[in-house]
């Protein structure tokens, strides 16, 4: 049974940094491309980051481009997201997802993506 355990979620303020963890079993975590998507109140829930299987190729979405880094560890079946100057729009319950296929390449389409985590909750003060 794959599990997805997101962790490292909190309350910061803006300007701060967070590091979201993604914790992986029930799967060759090393063959999947993995995402983080977020959800406000009242919106739809958006893709922020993905990293390939191998951690060569990354996407981000525009707002976040130069504050977020996503990686991951395949000998720890993990996938992180750092958050750099945190805003308090970024507040949100973030997601990680892995992808459906093997090898697949990067994307932003959360249909892609079979397997989700409970989610963390990131809030971010002005």
């Known amino acids: 049974q794959v599990q997805l355990v997101e962790s490292g979620g909190g309350l910061v303020q803006a300007g701060g940094s967070l590091r979201l963890s993604c914790a992986a079993s029930g799967l060759t975590f090393s063959a999947y491309a993995m995402g983080w998507f977020r959800q406000a109140p009242g919106k739809e829930r958006e893709f922020v980051a993905a990293i390939n299987w191998s951690g060569s190729i990354t996407s981000y979405t525009d707002s976040v481009k130069g504050r977020f880094t996503i990686s991951r560890d395949n000998a720890k079946n993990t996938v992180y997201l750092q958050m750099n100057s945190l805003k308090p729009e970024d507040t949100a319950v973030y997601y990680c997802?892995?992808?459906?296929?093997?090898?697949?390449?990067?994307?932003?389409?959360?249909?892609?993506?079979?397997?989700w985590g409970q989610g963390t909750q990131v809030t971010v003060s002005s």
């Open positions: 997802a892995a992808n459906r296929n093997r090898y697949s390449k990067v994307t932003p389409t959360a249909g892609e993506y079979n397997y």
